[in-house]
T-cell receptor
Framework: KNEVEQSPQNLTAQEGEFITINCSYS?????LHWLQQHPGGGIVSLFM???GKKKHGRLIATINIQEKHSSLHITASHPRDSAVYIC??????????FGQGTRLTINP | GAGVSQTPSNKVTEKGKYVELRCDPI?????LYWYRQSLGQGPEFLIY????????DSGLPNDRFFAVRPEGSVSTLKIQRTERGDSAVYLC????????????FGPGTRLTVL
């Protein structure tokens, strides 16, 4: 079973700061997801990636398959980015194994 | 179009009772997933359907948990003889095709067992 670890568990920053959230996993995978969960529970898929880098607006996700590591970056952070960010890896054909999440708070 | 919907949004029950949680996936999505999220933790996989059949139920914690998807659309997660440890948010997700497409999550059902 894949062990998915995220760091940090909690992160507080000021508006405008560059944010990095890290995810490492123990077993080789075919795909990794970054998800955003706002208070109240709704989960939104941000990225699904299997190699290299993807960018969407102020969000950038990278993955290094050899090192079993992925990072999620947020540029020019804003209070509305405050949420829990969850990394999940695909185990087998369909099952997702999730990290414990990183709680991000951006203060104005 | 409409997203994944789950009902009820909140369910409070007493220990030992039976509960049913419903998930309506996005129309046309063939894959449906159930997850459970305890407070402060990431979601945990429970079961995955491809069409009407449960393709992987390895995450169901014990035989008190059962899920069905009889017509390949709506799914019901059933929990018998509920225990306090079953209290969690139960999340449903669907994807167009299994394994290759983005999963879209519902808002979850918060189950509290007293």
């Amino acid at each position: 079973k894949n062990e998915v670890e995220q760091s940090p568990q909690n992160l507080t920053a000021q508006e405008g700061e560059f944010i990095t959230i890290n995810c490492s996993y123990s077993v080789g995978i075919s795909a990794l997801h970054w998800l955003q969960q706002h208070p109240g529970g709704g989960i939104v898929s941000l990225f699904m990636l299997s190699s290299g880098k993807k960018k969407h607006g102020r969000l950038i996700a990278t993955i290094n398959i050899q090192e079993k590591h992925s990072s999620l970056h947020i540029t020019a952070s804003h209070p509305r980015d405050s949420a829990v960010y969850i990394c999940a890896v695909k185990e087998g054909a369909q099952k997702l194994v999730f990290g414990q999440g990183t709680r991000l708070t951006i203060n104005p | 179009g409409a997203g994944v919907s789950q009902t009820p949004s909140n369910k409070v029950t007493e220990k030992g009772k039976y509960v049913e949680l419903r998930c309506d996936p996005i129309s046309g999505h063939t894959a449906l997933y159930w997850y459970r999220q305890s407070l402060g933790q990431g979601p945990e996989f429970l079961i995955y359907f491809q069409g009407t059949g449960a393709a992987d139920d390895s995450g169901l914690p014990n035989d008190r948990f059962f899920a069905v998807r009889p017509e390949g659309s709506v799914s019901t997660l059933k929990i018998q003889r509920t225990e306090r440890g079953d209290s969690a948010v139960y999340l449903c997700a669907s994807s167009l095709r299994a394994g290759v497409d983005t999963q879209y999550f519902g808002p979850g059902t918060r189950l509290t067992v007293l």
